[in-house]
Every structure is written in structure tokens, then in C-alpha cells.
């Protein structure tokens, strides 16, 4: 790619950051939705042994944009500054979605990532932004997250006797 390119790309990445504000993103997922996902991710995690939680992200900082920073990189981040490493299976699941660059990115760990395949993940990624395209960030958001019980369920189901729905993260999503 020529340096205008580069430079043209990175403006344009700029500009939608700088328009994806909070507030923009308080309108995609306004209370109800966030409620709802709050209550997928509960009970979802009564199907199986891993813990999810979901981030959405309006836009990252200029610097991070400046920076080349990808949205798999801050997902990263985040996985690691909200503690979802953190948990005695090491079963802990992200859904990240940043609306400016309008893009899904799951992070599992280790628990989890040797029992689904990448294919897997990316068919939950695509559900979320197919819907995303159309303006539906509800039912796509909710539709996507039983997608993904569904596979958490066949990789880490409860083992017979065991106790269903200790909850070691918070199902709470949150909104930065």
C-alpha cells in the first residue's frame, strides 16, 4: 500500500472513531439489550462451564488509532485488564465488539480455545456483524450469544452431578 494510502486509511479510521462516541453506542445497546445480553450470558452459563463476558467498545482512543492498534489487540487488553483469564478452569470468554471499526473479536483462554475451533468462533463473530450491517444490534447481539452457548455446551458441558451456574465472572456487559 502507497504511504497515501496508509495515511488516507488511517484518516478515514480516525474520523469514524471521532463519530462513534458513547453516546452513539448508548443508542445500539440501551438498557433493555444490555439487560437482555445480562440475562443470555446467565443463562447460557448454566449450559456449560466456561464464564462469558461481553465488552462493547464505541471507538478507541486517536493514540490507539494513530498507533495502528487492531481490535483484536485491544480485545486482548481487555481480556487481560477485566481478569477473564481468571477463573479455576481457565474457562473465561470474551466477546469484544467496537462498533467503530465495526468488528467482533472473541479471546478464550486456554480452557477454552483447545476444545473450539477458530472456525467456530468466527461463525458467532459473523452472526453479530451481519446483524450489525442491518442496524440490528439486539436480536443479533442475543442470536450470536446462543450461538456461542451452543458451542460452549458441546466443549465444556457440566459433568453429571456437578453443580450448574457458579458464576466466577460478572454477566453484567459492559460499555465503554
Not at 463519530?19 to 449450559?47: D, M, N, V, W
Not at 471507538?59 to 490507539?64: I, K, N, Q, Y
Not at 483469564?85 to 467496537?98: H, K, M, P, Q, S
Request: charged share 25%.
Amino acid at each position: 500500500m502507497s504511504k497515501d494510502k496508509k495515511q488516507a486509511s488511517v484518516a478515514g479510521r480516525m474520523l469514524r472513531h471521532l463519530a462513534f462516541t458513547h453516546a452513539a453506542a448508548r443508542r445500539a445497546f440501551p438498557s433493555a439489550t444490555l439487560k437482555a445480553i445480562q440475562a443470555s450470558i446467565a443463562a447460557g452459563e448454566r449450559q456449560h462451564r466456561a464464564q462469558v463476558r461481553v465488552i462493547v467498545e464505541a471507538s478507541l482512543s486517536l493514540g490507539a488509532v494513530w498507533r495502528h492498534e487492531t481490535s483484536r489487540q485491544r480485545a486482548h487488553e481487555l481480556f487481560a485488564r477485566y481478569r477473564i483469564w481468571d477463573t479455576e478452569e481457565n474457562c473465561g470468554v470474551l466477546a469484544y465488539i467496537n462498533l467503530a471499526d465495526h468488528k467482533v473479536e472473541i479471546v478464550a483462554d486456554r480452557g477454552v480455545s483447545r476444545l473450539v475451533t477458530r472456525q467456530q468462533w468466527q461463525q458467532v463473530c459473523a452472526a453479530m456483524t451481519a446483524g450489525y450491517a442491518r442496524g440490528d444490534y439486539h436480536d443479533s447481539t442475543l442470536q450470536a450469544l446462543a450461538m456461542l452457548h451452543d458451542v460452549l455446551a458441546h466443549a465444556m458441558p457440566h459433568s453429571d452431578g456437578e453443580a450448574k451456574g457458579g458464576n466466577e465472572l460478572s454477566d453484567k456487559p459492559l460499555l465503554l
